[in-house]
């Protein structure tokens, strides 16, 4: 299912900017900052920000937090539990590799045997851990679910309005016509343009390294370099016909491309990676990779409010056991990892990072060592000023049964982001148009 | 839609209030001393004309008074300005015609030819009239045209200017939903008409001022799967090649010109194997073919990478890259030897992309790739896995359901997960590498309910040797036979409509689809014809496919390499560019395959786009390379240098694009040297790079105009 709204977007973009000057359509009046390029230019001016870490694929949360208090859990994973010791194939009794062994939470849940640093973070009261996070109605679709999370509306078709949830956000917050590094605001690491940034007024930069981000043109003749860009550069300012698309959106693509390049390059010049947080791992661990890219964007002061990452292969319908423990030490790696940088730039405490994902997964095995599409998941929440050591959205055997098939859910996600969003100093009701229950639980801070 | 319901509930009250003001006698202006009065002032011209004074300041409207002791020399004034003509047509009632009037609310009088008069104070109210110029479908089978289906649906573009966001629209007389896009935007959805015909469009203010468009928009029955002109223009001819191949050379191009759009379609629907090019994409392949051993997956991409730039059959190529994107298979889900399963599943789409539709999707269902990628070779009946059933519908063949189950129930994936159960991997006898294999044992012979159908389904045509004829366990039936035949609505439609969107524009009306998918059922699934529709049709030419659509990293990498005739390498290209654009092929993100459209476009995407076309345009090494690419010497001026460059590439520069263009050759060239004469040789490095910025500078009008 496409939702292609390209067309409208940009015309109505061009409409309201329009219409601005005159009518003060935005509701949102510019708050000034101290530094004029602050990008979040609607958002208080404190430094803070959040990661939003997806694991594409749809991560299976009971072998992520595993509730080993749980006889059914045993029941339906005979082969890939993790209580037991195995190789996670058929007749092995269980997946947990002998000398590993998992981390205990509280209430008989305990991590992953891979996520030794998030179970510090928990112990150090820095870990929030939400189980059976999703949305009314479990689609088992990736697609359609991910389709959800993106645009932040359960109902697409009837209450979406095309755009993302970032998107949204971009439009209220980080609007300023007169600040080139708007589009700062919101950054996409090495994931693409999901429709998570779907917007009509600012476009987020979607990126996927800052050492890429800069124009070569011809490298052995550089005194033409200069000349030939800025010829590029006020041609595109003028050029393509402003009614038709598809040329609206390459030209505010590359425009904001040109814009932007010399103030990414510039503003990240001087990162360096002193204590070699990134050094091991890179080149296998993509997800440590985007996060050395988000370090490097901090250190340009742009004011980026949240950033978006992710890291792919979580739908394990066969032999899951290795590709899941894999998966599980990246995670792992790249949030220590991180977080100890971030102490080395004091900015731990500015940082709240979020791990998602579309959906978790059946109940039981099936005949492959491996789980199918379920629902209700786990999500996590860390960061220097998060009041961790808790976990919320108990289970139950009942709910654990093959004949259950699959968690539901008891928090639906946007509440989670809702208090992400409120800690940045954002209406999440302007975000997040549809209603949707909101426990009052969770409280991260 | 909110505009007119404002509007509406505007006119509604304006009639409540008007009312009594209008009928309650008279006037305060009906002195004593004169024989006349005004009882009320209505428009006709105007919508709601029983109570709504509101007149066009463009004049002309049809004003009717009523009241009593008029008589035949009286002449209407609105405020101070004569009517431009008064026809008082009985003692108790006037026409009147105003003239070009200020916006503005003011009093209507009845005066003699003494000046006397009779005035209703405030009694209408002039506005100005929303200007249009002109409107085009900007949807649905008529794109491009100021035609619309009967069964309607589609978006009409009205140009003009002063709209304020409150307008909204009529068409033939109907309402039809608006949204003013912007002051001089404004986008109507067109209902449906008994019949064909021409009809007027009128745009309504929020007062009720009508601008009609006379005839403007023609409802037709026809549909533009039809043949479009046969003659091609060189631009129409680049628009083909870069939808139906990947972009082509000056001489292919002229080809086309000379051959026009049937003979074209013709021979790109024509696969001809040119043993040389297929041999020699081979040779780059491991020396034993197929591979005894390992292989990395930088094997495979090479030997198609070499036919995508390579291959004389280039509709070939671009139908397997749409079908490899629409089966995405990964070999990073493969390992050592089994790595050559991707090249014979790309093998398989190449060969069957034109055949039908029924055959691709049982061969697929059963190729080995496929089989490993989402796990049929674990999958069994005692415990099925439904990752590859799932798929089956909700990507390759009917699309997600909607939850109503119309498509397929949860249960039903559940049952078509055992149906699609029998393979399984093995070591091959006396090699050390996997194959896979079927079973009868392991497939689930029992019967399952599948849209209403009880039978033994299983995989379509399974390997004869697997068969046990003797006790009948074999399935009753394929799943791809039952899936078309039980939902060939869904599933006809499904692929039209991806074929529609990659090759012509995306979001097709569903009257297209459907009639394309038409096609497909009513030629027993085959592709060709579908394919020949579509290549032909006056939507593949339409001012809305014209437009141009964002082309995905590999069909923009490789349409500017086919159509420079640049050798980049293919190391190069896959390792340089491909990767860090996201787009490696044979290792989509997902099953789900690529994204599409404006979904590739982002800042750092465009910036590597850039530095591709530079990287290529760095390629031309040589004197000779460059003037294969300008007129001949002696014949030069920097305006056809520049003219040159853009025909090859296929860009149209505006004249402000050209004009700086021409400046760069006339002053960095040193225009005389090279223009008249040719390289200076003693100074070709300098003139050499400097003809290449004059590439690269109009490459990104090629990259920002992307067809």
């Given at each position: 299912?496409?939702?292609?709204?390209?067309?409208t977007?940009?015309?109505?973009?061009?409409?309201?900017?329009?219409?601005?000057?005159?009518?003060g359509l935005?509701?949102?009046?510019?708050i000034?900052?101290?530094?004029?390029?602050?990008?979040?230019?609607?958002?208080?001016?404190?430094?803070r920000?959040?990661?939003?870490?997806?694991?594409?694929?749809?991560?299976?949360?009971?072998?992520?937090v595993?509730?080993?208090?749980?006889?059914?859990?045993?029941?339906?994973?005979?082969?890939?539990?993790?209580?037991?010791?195995?190789?996670?194939?058929?007749?092995?009794?269980?997946?947990?590799?002998?000398?590993?062994?998992?981390?205990a939470?509280?209430?008989?849940y305990?991590?992953?045997?891979?996520?030794?640093?998030?179970?510090?973070?928990?112990?150090?009261?820095?870990?929030?851990?939400?189980?059976?996070?999703?949305?009314?109605?479990?689609?088992?679709?990736?697609?359609?679910?991910?389709?959800?999370?993106?645009?932040?509306?359960?109902d697409i078709?009837?209450?979406g309005?095309g755009?993302?949830?970032?998107?949204?956000?971009?439009?209220?917050?980080?609007?300023?016509?007169?600040?080139?590094?708007?589009?700062?605001?919101?950054?996409?690491?090495?994931?693409?343009?999901?429709?998570?940034?779907?917007?009509?007024?600012?476009?987020?930069?979607?990126?996927?390294?800052?050492?890429?981000?800069?124009?070569?043109?011809?490298?052995?003749?550089?005194?033409?370099?200069?000349?030939r860009?800025?010829?590029?550069?006020?041609?595109?300012?003028?050029?393509?016909?402003?009614?038709?698309?598809?040329?609206v959106?390459?030209?505010?693509?590359?425009?904001?491309?040109?814009?932007?390049?010399?103030?990414?390059?510039?503003?990240?010049?001087?990162?360096?990676?002193?204590?070699?947080?990134?050094?091991?791992?890179?080149g296998?661990?993509?997800?440590?990779?985007?996060m050395r890219?988000?370090?490097?964007?901090?250190?340009?002061?742009?004011?980026?409010?949240?950033?978006?990452?992710?890291?792919?292969?979580f739908?394990?319908?066969?032999?899951?056991?290795?590709?899941?423990?894999?998966?599980?030490?990246?995670?792992?790696?790249?949030?220590?990892?991180?977080?100890?940088?971030?102490q080395?730039?004091?900015?731990?405490?500015?940082?709240?990072?979020?791990?998602?994902?579309?959906?978790?997964?059946?109940?039981?095995?099936?005949?492959?060592?491996?789980?199918?599409?379920?629902?209700?998941?786990?999500?996590?929440?860390?960061?220097?000023?998060?009041?961790?050591?808790?976990?919320?959205?108990?289970?139950?055997?009942?709910?654990?049964?093959?004949?259950?098939?699959?968690?539901?859910?008891?928090?639906?996600?946007?509440?989670?982001?809702?208090?992400?969003?409120?800690?940045?100093?954002?209406?999440?009701?302007?975000?997040?148009?549809?209603?949707?229950?909101?426990?009052?639980?969770?409280?991260?801070? | 839609?909110?505009?007119?319901?404002?509007?509406?509930?505007?006119?509604?009250?304006?009639?409540?209030?008007?009312?009594?003001?209008?009928?309650?006698?008279?006037?305060?202006?009906?002195?004593?001393?004169?024989?006349?009065?005004?009882?009320?002032?209505?428009?006709?011209?105007?919508?709601?004309?029983?109570?709504?004074?509101?007149?066009?300041t463009?004049?002309?409207?049809?004003?009717?008074?009523?009241?009593?002791?008029?008589?035949?020399?009286?002449?209407?004034?609105?405020?101070?300005?004569?009517?431009?003509?008064?026809?008082?047509?009985?003692?108790?009632?006037?026409?009147?015609f105003?003239?070009?009037?200020?916006?503005?609310?003011?009093?209507?009088?009845?005066?003699?030819?003494?000046?006397?008069?009779?005035?209703?104070?405030?009694?209408?109210?002039?506005?100005?009239?929303?200007?249009?110029?002109?409107?085009?479908?900007?949807?649905?089978?008529?794109?491009?045209?100021?035609?619309?289906?009967?069964?309607?649906?589609?978006?009409?573009?009205?140009t003009?200017?002063?709209?304020?966001g409150?307008?909204?629209?009529?068409?033939?007389?109907?309402?039809?939903?608006?949204?003013?896009?912007?002051?001089?935007?404004?986008?109507v959805?067109?209902?449906?008409?008994?019949?064909?015909?021409?009809?007027?469009?009128?745009?309504?203010?929020?007062?009720?001022?009508?601008?009609?468009?006379?005839?403007?928009?023609?409802?037709?029955?026809?549909?533009?799967?039809?043949?479009?002109?046969?003659?091609?223009?060189?631009?129409?001819?680049?628009?083909?090649?870069?939808?139906?191949?990947?972009?082509?050379?000056?001489?292919?191009?002229?080809?086309?010109?000379?051959?026009?759009?049937?003979?074209?379609?013709?021979?790109?629907?024509?696969f001809?194997?040119?043993?040389?090019?297929?041999?020699?994409?081979?040779?780059?392949?491991?020396?034993?073919?197929?591979?005894?051993?390992?292989?990395?997956?930088?094997?495979?991409?090479?030997?198609?990478?070499?036919?995508?730039?390579?291959?004389?059959?280039?509709?070939?190529?671009?139908?397997?890259?749409f079908?490899?994107?629409?089966?995405?298979?990964?070999?990073?889900?493969?390992?050592?030897?089994?790595?050559?399963?991707?090249?014979?599943?790309?093998?398989?789409?190449?060969?069957?992309?034109?055949?039908?539709?029924?055959?691709?999707?049982?061969?697929?269902?059963?190729?080995?790739?496929?089989?490993?990628?989402?796990?049929?070779?674990?999958?069994?009946?005692?415990?099925?896995?439904?990752?590859?059933?799932?798929?089956?519908?909700?990507?390759?063949?009917?699309?997600?359901?909607?939850?109503?189950?119309?498509?397929?129930t949860?249960?039903?994936?559940?049952?078509?997960?055992?149906?699609?159960?029998?393979?399984?991997?093995?070591?091959?006898?006396?090699?050390?590498?996997?194959?896979?294999?079927?079973?009868l044992?392991?497939?689930?012979?029992?019967?399952?309910?599948?849209?209403?159908?009880?039978?033994?389904w299983?995989?379509?045509?399974?390997?004869?040797?697997?068969?046990?004829?003797?006790?009948?366990?074999?399935?009753?039936?394929g799943?791809?036979?039952?899936?078309?035949?039980?939902?060939?609505?869904?599933?006809?439609?499904?692929?039209?409509?991806?074929?529609?969107?990659?090759?012509?524009?995306?979001?097709p009306?569903?009257?297209?689809?459907?009639?394309?998918?038409?096609?497909?059922?009513?030629?027993?699934?085959?592709?060709?014809?579908?394919?020949?529709?579509?290549?032909?049709?006056?939507?593949l030419f339409?001012?809305?496919a014209?437009?141009?659509?964002?082309?995905?990293?590999?069909?923009?990498?490789?349409s500017?390499?086919?159509?420079?005739?640049?050798?980049?390498?293919?190391?190069?290209?896959?390792a340089?560019h491909?990767?860090?654009?996201?787009?490696?092929?044979?290792?989509?993100?997902?099953?789900?395959?690529?994204?599409?459209?404006?979904?590739?476009?982002?800042?750092?995407?465009?910036?590597?786009?850039?530095?591709?076309?530079?990287?290529?345009?760095?390629?031309?090494?040589?004197?000779?390379?460059?003037?294969?690419?300008?007129?001949?010497?002696?014949?030069?001026?920097?305006?056809?240098?520049?003219?040159?460059?853009?025909?090859?590439?296929?860009?149209?520069?505006?004249g402000?694009?050209?004009?700086?263009l021409?400046?760069?050759?006339?002053s960095?060239?040193?225009?005389?040297?090279?223009?008249?004469?040719?390289?200076?040789?003693?100074?070709?490095?300098?003139?050499?790079?400097?003809t290449?910025?004059?590439?690269?500078?109009?490459?990104?009008?090629?990259?920002?105009?992307?067809?």
């Amino acid at each position: 299912m496409k939702h292609d709204h390209s067309c409208t977007h940009c015309s109505r973009r061009s409409f309201i900017k329009g219409a601005a000057a005159g009518a003060g359509l935005l509701t949102v009046a510019p708050i000034w900052s101290l530094r004029p390029t602050y990008a979040a230019g609607g958002l208080p001016n404190n430094g803070r920000f959040v990661v939003v870490i997806n694991m594409f694929g749809g991560n299976d949360g009971l072998n992520t937090v595993v509730p080993t208090h749980l006889s059914e859990y045993l029941n339906v994973r005979p082969d890939i539990n993790l209580i037991n010791e195995g190789d996670g194939s058929g007749g092995s009794g269980g997946a947990r590799p002998a000398g590993e062994s998992l981390h205990a939470l509280s209430g008989g849940y305990e991590l992953h045997y891979s996520l030794a640093d998030m179970g510090q973070m928990w112990t150090d009261s820095e870990l929030y851990v939400i189980n059976k996070v999703g949305y009314p109605r479990a689609n088992l679709s990736h697609f359609t679910s991910m389709d959800i999370y993106s645009y932040g509306v359960r109902d697409i078709d009837g209450n979406g309005d095309g755009r993302g949830w970032l998107g949204r956000l971009a439009d209220v917050y980080c609007t300023d016509p007169t600040d080139p590094l708007a589009p700062l605001g919101i950054v996409s690491v090495g994931v693409g343009k999901r429709r998570d940034f779907q917007s009509d007024e600012t476009d987020p930069l979607i990126m996927s390294n800052v050492s890429g981000f800069r124009v070569d043109s011809d490298n052995d003749f550089p005194a033409d370099h200069d000349l030939r860009q800025k010829m590029v550069e006020d041609q595109l300012a003028v050029e393509p016909d402003p009614s038709v698309e598809p040329g609206v959106s390459i030209q505010n693509a590359n425009k904001q491309a040109y814009d932007l390049v010399d103030a990414v390059a510039q503003g990240t010049a001087a990162w360096t990676d002193p204590n070699s947080r990134y050094v091991t791992g890179i080149g296998s661990n993509s997800l440590l990779n985007n996060m050395r890219e988000i370090s490097k964007m901090l250190s340009g002061d742009f004011g980026t409010k949240v950033f978006y990452t992710g890291i792919g292969g979580f739908d394990t319908h066969s032999n899951q056991a290795g590709r899941h423990e894999t998966l599980m030490s990246r995670l792992n790696e790249a949030l220590q990892r991180f977080k100890l940088d971030m102490q080395d730039r004091n900015r731990w405490n500015d940082c709240t990072i979020l791990v998602v994902s579309e959906f978790g997964r059946r109940n039981f095995e099936n005949g492959s060592d491996g789980t199918d599409h379920g629902h209700g998941n786990v999500f996590f929440v860390t960061g220097g000023r998060v009041q961790g050591q808790q976990i919320v959205g108990d289970m139950q055997n009942s709910e654990l049964t093959q004949s259950a098939r699959f968690l539901g859910f008891d928090y639906d996600f946007r509440e989670v982001y809702a208090a992400l969003l409120a800690d940045l100093g954002a209406d999440p009701a302007l975000v997040f148009p549809e209603s949707y229950t909101n426990t009052g639980d969770i409280s991260l801070y | 839609m909110l505009a007119r319901g404002n509007w509406l509930g505007f006119v509604v009250l304006g009639a409540l209030v008007l009312l009594p003001a209008c009928g309650g006698g008279g006037g305060p202006a009906a002195g004593n001393q004169i024989g006349w009065s005004i009882a009320a002032v209505e428009v006709l011209t105007q919508p709601m004309n029983q109570f709504s004074p509101f007149g066009s300041t463009a004049g002309g409207d049809e004003v009717r008074i009523v009241g009593i002791g008029f008589e035949p020399a009286m002449t209407v004034y609105f405020g101070s300005t004569p009517a431009a003509l008064t026809n008082v047509a009985s003692p108790t009632e006037i026409r009147a015609f105003p003239s070009a009037m200020p916006p503005g609310t003011v009093d209507v009088s009845v005066r003699n030819s003494l000046g006397d008069a009779a005035t209703l104070q405030d009694a209408i109210t002039f506005y100005v009239p929303p200007a249009v110029a002109s409107l085009v479908s900007i949807d649905g089978p008529t794109a491009g045209e100021t035609r619309a289906p009967i069964a309607g649906g589609n978006t009409l573009e009205i140009t003009g200017s002063n709209f304020v966001g409150t307008e909204t629209s009529r068409i033939d007389g109907l309402f039809a939903p608006s949204i003013v896009q912007s002051p001089t935007i404004m986008h109507v959805t067109v209902p449906p008409r008994p019949g064909p015909g021409a009809v007027n469009v009128d745009v309504i203010s929020e007062q009720g001022i009508v601008t009609t468009m006379l005839g403007a928009l023609t409802y037709t029955q026809e549909f533009s799967l039809d043949p479009a002109t046969d003659a091609l223009s060189l631009q129409l001819a680049q628009h083909l090649y870069s939808r139906a191949a990947f972009g082509a050379s000056p001489a292919v191009l002229q080809q086309a010109v000379n051959d026009g759009l049937g003979v074209t379609v013709g021979n790109l629907l024509t696969f001809v194997a040119d043993p040389v090019v297929e041999q020699a994409a081979l040779d780059l392949y491991d020396p034993n073919f197929p591979p005894s051993g390992s292989i990395s997956t930088r094997t495979n991409r090479r030997w198609w990478v070499y036919l995508i730039l390579n291959n004389p059959n280039p509709l070939q190529e671009k139908l397997a890259w749409f079908f490899h994107d629409h089966f995405a298979t990964s070999q990073s889900g493969m390992s050592g030897r089994s790595i050559w399963f991707l090249w014979e599943q790309i093998e398989l789409l190449r060969a069957n992309s034109l055949g039908s539709w029924r055959d691709l999707l049982s061969e697929v269902a059963r190729n080995q790739a496929m089989l490993v990628w989402l796990d049929g070779i674990v999958s069994t009946g005692s415990n099925p896995n439904e990752n590859w059933a799932r798929e089956f519908w909700e990507l390759f063949t009917l699309g997600v359901d909607d939850g109503s189950g119309a498509r397929y129930t949860q249960g039903e994936i559940v049952e078509a997960s055992r149906a699609f159960t029998g393979y399984r991997r093995r070591t091959a006898p006396g090699e050390e590498y996997h194959e896979i294999i079927y079973e009868l044992g392991r497939h689930d012979a029992g019967s399952k309910t599948i849209f209403g159908q009880a039978g033994m389904w299983g995989y379509d045509d399974n390997p004869d040797e697997t068969r046990d004829t003797g006790n009948g366990t074999y399935p009753s039936g394929g799943m791809v036979d039952l899936t078309l035949g039980e939902r060939p609505i869904y599933a006809s439609e499904f692929i039209c409509k991806k074929l529609l969107e990659y090759f012509v524009y995306e979001n097709p009306h569903p009257q297209i689809v459907g009639d394309l998918a038409l096609v497909l059922r009513s030629n027993n699934w085959e592709l060709e014809p579908v394919m020949r529709t579509l290549l032909q049709s006056k939507a593949l030419f339409s001012g809305r496919a014209l437009a141009g659509q964002v082309k995905d990293p590999v069909s923009f990498v490789f349409s500017f390499l086919r159509t420079t005739e640049i050798d980049l390498s293919i190391n190069r290209v896959d390792a340089n560019h491909l990767a860090p654009l996201e787009q490696i092929p044979m290792q989509p993100p997902d099953v789900n395959g690529w994204v599409s459209g404006t979904a590739w476009l982002g800042s750092q995407a465009m910036l590597l786009r850039i530095n591709f076309l530079q990287d290529a345009i760095d390629e031309l090494e040589t004197v000779a390379d460059i003037q294969a690419l300008l007129p001949p010497v002696g014949q030069r001026t920097p305006a056809n240098m520049v003219d040159n460059i853009a025909t090859l590439l296929g860009v149209q520069l505006s004249g402000s694009a050209r004009t700086s263009l021409i400046t760069y050759v006339t002053s960095e060239l040193q225009g005389d040297t090279i223009v008249n004469v040719g390289f200076d040789p003693t100074d070709d490095d300098e003139l050499l790079k400097k003809t290449r910025g004059l590439l690269w500078m109009t490459a990104q009008y090629w990259e920002g105009h992307q067809q």
